[in-house]
């Protein structure tokens, strides 16, 4: 399956040009025509790769680029730019850009980019992809959960719960760090709210009294995933039975 890109361009010309390029290629493509929308976007659908625009409307390139670093969102970003100066090319650099290309551009070099991106990303540690605790088992990709042959119903929340929490690889995740990643930029949901989830993750994964925990409380903290959850990647996740996410997410 073809990489996912998100395309941030406020420019309708360029941003339908942009996305015929890629598609022609291949990718599956996701766009935002702002700033805001392009943030979370990416936050929520964690593309592949990320193609940037610097001067948008509502948050800038630079902004953007800068806030999902410090989310500690790692997809590679690609800025464009009309901009060639060399103080710009060192500001989107130091925002956490991996590479800039200034308009205009050739198509095949904006291909190559995203190429070298993509086999950068690729050659990356891969990311936990599914959970499995005795006879339940949580796909991360494809969004399903079952104990056995009963299909389990998480919503989406539920899942970007368990993801962040697997991608912490034990170590414990804060109340913050949950409503920054799970919930995203300019939403206003409470402490409270990532307590409520947990304890509908709980209620969902540890259906009888004597079922070994999911998720263990670091006390002041936040919560962690318990030590006896095995991470799989890939090559050894297992198929589960498959399932709509429930509605009803916004908190």
């Not at 119903?153 to 539920?158: D, Q, S």
């Not at 509908?200 to 006390?219: C, F, G, N, Q, Y």
Request: contains cysteine.
């Amino acid at each position: 399956m073809k990489a996912r890109i998100l395309l941030v361009e406020d420019e309708p010309s360029m941003r339908m040009a942009l996305t015929d390029i890629l598609e022609s290629e291949g990718y599956r493509v996701q766009t935002a025509a702002d700033g805001e929308a392009g943030l979370r976007q990416a936050v929520e659908q964690r593309p592949d790769v990320i193609l940037l625009d610097v001067m948008l409307p509502k948050l800038d390139g630079f902004t953007l680029c800068g806030e999902l670093r410090r989310l500690e969102i790692v997809t590679p970003v690609l800025m464009l730019t009309a901009k060639g100066q060399v103080q710009d090319r060192v500001m989107g650099l130091d925002s956490g850009a991996d590479d800039y290309l200034v308009k205009p551009f050739s198509t095949e070099e904006l291909l190559a980019r995203v190429r070298a991106l993509l086999r950068r990303r690729s050659a990356e540690r891969r990311s936990v992809e599914a959970l499995v605790q005795g006879d339940v088992q949580v796909d991360l990709v494809k969004l399903r959960a079952s104990r056995g042959r009963e299909s389990l119903r998480l919503t989406a929340k539920e899942f970007a719960v368990l993801r962040l929490l697997a991608e912490a690889g034990g170590k414990p995740v804060t109340r913050q760090r949950f409503l920054d990643v799970v919930w995203g930029y300019a939403a206003f949901p409470t402490t409270r709210t990532v307590d409520n989830h947990i304890a509908s993750l709980r209620a969902k994964l540890e259906a009888e009294a004597h079922t070994m925990p999911w998720i263990d409380t670091v006390h002041g903290i936040g919560y962690r995933l318990a030590g006896a959850v095995i991470l799989q990647n890939r090559d050894s996740s297992a198929e589960t039975t498959p399932q709509n996410t429930e509605e009803g997410d916004s908190q």
